[in-house]
């Protein structure tokens, strides 16, 4: 599954704020070929990188209140907005990038996706959202090349978000309601499901990001 | 859709895999790093480790190669986390909210309690708030005294008093994200599951419940699907046994119209 070499020098910037589940990312990633790798957040590593990956698993505003302490967030907005290097956002990696949080208490996020991170309304189904479940494309994109509704993605979470903008949700998905499983704007991508333990579908994604 | 899980259970006792009966007799199976490659090639859905060592005897075992209890199992999380592309929890002998936080940052996605609610119920909640309840896991083992269930701690030694019911709920209600109920009685027996006590948990709490204990055959798994609302089937021994288990186990539910991801044999 490594074989594939991209048509481009990769390096991938994975933000370091002491998140979770940063070692599974890590893990993932350095399964691919000729792809450069670092863990970090520093200058250096986020100004040299050609791809940032923010993980993130827990609460909204533990996640916030880490990222504001530990990233440099001026030079990251800079690359992301100016250089337009790609972003992918991964769980609470992905709810952060909404303008707000309603998880234990009203949170300001980073805004980079007009939107809000609300509890999510299962109806009669069970809660937290755990396991396999699929994703439907909303908005075409490469980001989801080759990637359809044969293609399960490992979810874990009790909030969702919201876009304002329904241009921004790329896909969503169907559990007891319907709720945005990929967001995107511009250069920034969010997925809400966890692609570093998603085996085939996983690799299929990130490679898909990594392309871009 | 969301798809029905499919879990492999490895029980691990002084660093090596064991098989369990009842709780009580335990056969060595090997090395729990190498289970896992096998595991990920069937493209298990999760899989669930739960340390059984008792510190006294692992002590015992393990003086010689200075290792203590924690910095194994820490090890084992590490090496199995890179070996793999899936959900992994842990459980067994977690006591402090460090003792958490230590299992997730070596790859853990989520943690596995059990004694610890009888022991410090006030932890539940403190971990579900700290690291979000989707990686809080209660794990409860269960036997029939008296024709009542009643749920077990320290490794099913302890009775707490409490029904399974009474305890889920209290778990739910503490921000356990998840449970997993386990038969004591029916522990390796190979009978069948539970059905009735897993249907009735499943229909009463609104976390996911996966199933485990008795698993003697992939119909039996089949049966925790159509009768009960289960999120998951775990099972431990069936897994170990047999060449090709959770795809075989997939490809049976698969083809019985019970919605689990598709069948395939993954080399990642």
């Known amino acids: 599954m490594s074989q594939e070499i991209f048509s481009k020098v990769i390096k991938i910037c ?39 990956i923010l993980p993130g698993v827990g609460s909204f505003p533990a996640a916030m209140r880490k990222i504001t302490s530990e990233l440099p967030l001026n030079k990251i907005e800079s690359q992301i907005f100016n250089s337009k290097i790609p972003f992918l956002g991964i769980c609470v990696g992905m709810q952060v990038l909404a303008e707000e949080g309603y998880e234990h208490t009203h949170t300001k996020g980073l805004g980079w996706i007009s939107g809000s991170v609300m509890q999510f309304e299962s109806n009669e189904l069970s809660l937290p959202h755990v396991g396999w479940n699929s994703v439907k494309k909303i908005n075409n994109d490469p980001f989801l090349n080759n990637i359809d509704d044969s293609d399960d993605f490992y979810f874990v979470h009790s909030f969702v978000f919201k876009p304002k903008n ?3 949700a790329l896909a969503v998905t169907e559990y007891g309601n319907k709720f945005t499983a990929i967001v995107k704007n511009k250069n920034i991508y969010g997925v809400q499901f966890h692609p570093e333990k998603s085996q085939l579908s996983g690799l299929k994604l990130i490679k898909n990001f990594l392309e871009n | 859709m969301k798809k029905k899980r499919v879990i492999p259970i490895l029980l691990l006792k002084n660093g090596y895999l064991v098989k369990s009966k009842n709780f009580i007799k335990h056969q060595n199976l090997g090395n729990p790093v190498t289970a896992v490659k096998r595991l990920s090639e069937w493209a298990s859905d999760e899989l669930i480790y739960l340390d059984i060592t008792k510190n006294n005897h692992y002590d015992i075992n393990r003086d010689d190669q200075n290792y203590s209890n924690n910095s194994c199992i820490l090890d084992i999380i590490l090496d199995v986390s890179k070996s793999c592309l899936m959900p992994i929890t842990f459980g067994g002998g977690i006591k402090t909210i460090l003792d958490i936080e230590k299992r997730l940052q070596a790859g853990a996605d989520k943690v596995a309690l059990n004694s610890v609610m009888h022991d410090n119920l006030h932890l539940i909640s403190k971990a579900s708030f700290e690291f979000g309840k989707q990686c809080i896991v209660i794990s409860v083992d269960y036997k029939y005294i008296n024709e009542k269930p009643k749920v077990f701690v320290h490794n099913g030694l302890t009775n707490t008093g409490y029904s399974p019911l009474e305890w889920v709920k209290i778990a739910e209600k ?17 009978i069948g599951y539970d059905l009735d006590l897993i249907a009735q948990i499943s229909n009463s709490v609104k976390i996911p419940v996966i199933a485990a204990g008795g698993a003697g055959s992939w119909e039996d798994m089949k049966e925790v699907f159509t009768s009960t609302k289960a999120d998951a089937v775990a099972a431990a021994n069936i897994f170990h046994f047999t060449d090709q288990s959770v795809y075989l186990a997939k490809k049976y539910l698969f083809e019985h119209k019970v919605s689990v991801r598709s069948p395939e044999m993954l080399f990642i």
Do not use: F, W
């Not at chain 1, 002491?18 to 070929?33: D, E, K, Y």
């Open chain 1, 14 to 52: 994975v933000l370091d704020y002491g998140a979770g589940n940063v070692r599974s990312v890590m893990n993932m990633l350095s399964r691919l070929n000729k792809v450069e790798v670092v863990l970090s957040n520093s200058l250096a590593d986020i100004i040299s990188a050609t791809h940032l």
């Open chain 1, 166 to 168: 329904e241009l921004n």
């Open chain 2, 174 to 190: 503490e921000g356990a994200g998840e449970v997993l109920l386990n038969s004591i009685d029916r522990d390796g027996t190979q």
